[in-house]
C-alpha cells in the first residue's frame, strides 16, 4: 500500500513523538513487503529501501513512501515493520546484494535471527559490507536473516542507487532522525 504524507501525517504515523507505538499498533496502514516487491525477492533477488523503522518524522513529498512489514529471522519469523522508500539498485551492487542474501539464506538451519546471532556472524557480515565499501555501525542490531542493514550515509546511498535520495531533504523539516537505515530485503527462508 502506498501511501503519501498526508495520509501518514492524517493516521497519526507521521510528526508522532510516539510513532514507535504507532508503528506497532497500526497495522492496517502496512502491507506485507512481499505483496509489494513480489516480482524482485522471488528467486533470490533483493529490494533496497531507505527506512525508518523506530519512529517516523513527518515526511517530504519528494519521494513514494509506503509502510511495510516484512518477515525475517527464519523460523523465527520476525516481523520488522517499517515506514520507506524504494532505492533503485546500481546493477554493480546488486549482483553483490544477492550473494550476501543467498550466503544468509536457511543460515543455521532457519534460525538466524537477532536473538541467536554470534560474534562471528556480525564480523562476517561487517567484513562483506567493508568489501563493498559499506558500514553498519549503527544498524548492525537489524541484522538477520532476510534483513541486511546499512547505515543511511549520503555516501552510501550514492554507492548504492543510481538514482540516489538526498538525505537533506528527506523530511519535511529538512532534520533526518537516528534511526534511518538502509535495509536490503531478501526472501526469508520460512
Known amino acids: ?113 537477532r536473538g541467536r546471532l554470534r560474534a562471528s556472524d556480525i564480523v562476517g557480515y561487517v567484513e562483506t559490507l567493508h568489501s563493498l565499501g559499506f558500514e553498519c555501525e549503527y544498524s548492525w542490531r537489524l541484522f538477520q536473516e532476510g534483513i541486511y542493514p546499512i547505515d543511511a550515509t549520503q555516501a552510501h546511498l550514492d554507492r548504492l542507487s543510481d538514482r540516489p535520495p538526498n538525505l537533506n531533504d528527506i523530511t519535511a523539516r529538512g532534520k533526518t532522525l537516528d534511526n534511518l537505515t538502509i535495509l536490503v530485503l531478501a526472501e526469508n527462508s520460512d
Open 1 to 113: 500500500m502506498k501511501i503519501t504524507e498526508q495520509e501518514l501525517t492524517l493516521r497519526g504515523v507521521a510528526d508522532n513523538t510516539r510513532a514507535r507505538h504507532a508503528l506497532r499498533s497500526r497495522h492496517e496502514l502496512f502491507s506485507d513487503s512481499l505483496d509489494l516487491f513480489k516480482n524482485e525477492l522471488d528467486h533470490g533477488g533483493v529490494v533496497a529501501v531507505l527506512a525508518f523503522t523506530q519512529s517516523v518524522p513527518l515526511l517530504s513529498a519528494n519521494y513514494e513512501w509506503f509502510c511495510a512489514d516484512h518477515q525475517a529471522g527464519g523460523h523465527a519469523c520476525d516481523q520488522v515493520r517499517f515506514v520507506g522508500t524504494p532505492l533503485n539498485l546500481r546493477p554493480s551492487i546488486d549482483e553483490h546484494l544477492r550473494q550476501l542474501a543467498k550466503k544468509y539464506y536457511y543460515a543455521q538451519c532457519g534460525h538466524f535471527y
